[in-house]
């Protein structure tokens, strides 16, 4: 008995295969997609800039109009890791050490930028040149938004829990360029023009430093924080996060010592007196008699005539 009528027959579609969406052109992908800014890592659309991986991204296309996308599966890897895992692991490690002091300077004004500097900072995998570079920029952003300093004394403490030698190479590296700050301007005054601002945040993050730096570095730390309230005490030892103060009482006799300085300068009378009280109350035996001849000279000076009255 004959078959009955099936009607004619209809082709099915055939559903496309991974080897024919991997047969698109390279051309259907714009080459100007941009990359984010990342450090050590890529996003996708990098990731088909540098042909990596050309053949595992989702692939649309319509036959016509009013035809569903279809969207290809990521082929797996051994052990079911998909391929565009390890891909991007793979880019991650190759890329992650094109960082570069132009990058550096520019992450300083940009929204996300601190967080990546700190990261420069404390990776192993940047030189220590570029890790000191990243440590001075966070002192001199000019920020409303963030405290540098309070960035970098927070990555050090981390980096000192794991890695203390690299943490005093950091740091030592460090004091040629603070000492340069502290030194120069900036068009930023103080409040009620007082210190530069980058002057101040350079004092303040020498004086965290000093506790990291190598012996010979810490001296050099020291004198650089003193010798700069000394410039100028009456208008400095209240300016930035630290005082003359704090200062002096927490490095004790050294930091007296070298205080000295700072009563053979020009000065309202309330800032010698509070000077040689500092000096006296933490200074070392030896110090005392220094001190003293430094408030004699100016009591001669007075008696004389040379000196008529306290600067204001």
Not at 59 to 81: I, S
Not at 94 to 115: A, H, M, N, Q, R
Request: hydrophobic fraction near 40%.
């Amino acid at each position: 008995m004959p078959a009955p009528d099936q009607g004619p027959r209809v082709k099915k579609p055939t559903r496309r295969t991974d080897v024919q969406a991997r047969s698109v052109p390279p051309s259907a992908f714009p080459a100007d997609r941009p990359q984010r800014e990342e450090i050590g890592t890529s996003t996708v659309t990098g990731l088909y800039r540098t042909g990596v991986v050309p053949s595992i991204m989702p692939t649309f296309k319509r036959a016509h109009a009013g035809q569903a996308k279809e969207h290809m599966r990521l082929p797996a890897a051994r052990g079911g890791v998909p391929a565009l895992l390890l891909a991007m692991l793979a880019f991650t490690l190759l890329s992650g050490c094109k960082v570069t002091s132009d990058d550096i300077e520019y992450w300083k004004g940009t929204v996300k930028g601190p967080g990546k500097i700190v990261a420069v900072l404390s990776s192993e995998r940047y030189p220590l040149e570029l890790r000191t570079q990243a440590a001075l920029a966070l002192i001199e952003m000019e920020r409303n938004d963030v405290s540098g300093v309070g960035e970098l004394q927070r990555a050090l403490q981390a980096l000192q829990s794991t890695n203390p030698e690299v943490t005093q190479q950091v740091v030592d590296g460090m004091v040629p360029g603070l000492q340069a700050m502290m030194r120069g301007g900036d068009s930023a005054p103080g409040e009620e023009g007082g210190p530069p601002l980058a002057q101040q945040r350079a004092k303040d993050a020498a004086y965290i430093l000093i506790a990291y730096a190598s012996p010979a570095s810490k001296q050099q730390l020291m004198s650089a924080v003193v010798g700069w309230y000394a410039v100028d005490f009456a208008d400095r030892h209240l300016s930035g996060d630290y005082s003359a103060e704090q200062v002096v009482r927490s490095l004790g006799a050294p930091a007296a010592g070298l205080l000295v300085d700072a009563l053979n300068s020009p000065q309202p009378q309330r800032a010698t007196v509070k000077t040689a009280q500092l000096i006296g109350q933490t200074g070392a035996a030896a110090t005392q008699p220094r001190a003293r001849g430094s408030l004699f000279a100016i009591s001669r000076e007075t008696d004389s005539g040379e000196r008529t009255q306290w600067p204001a």
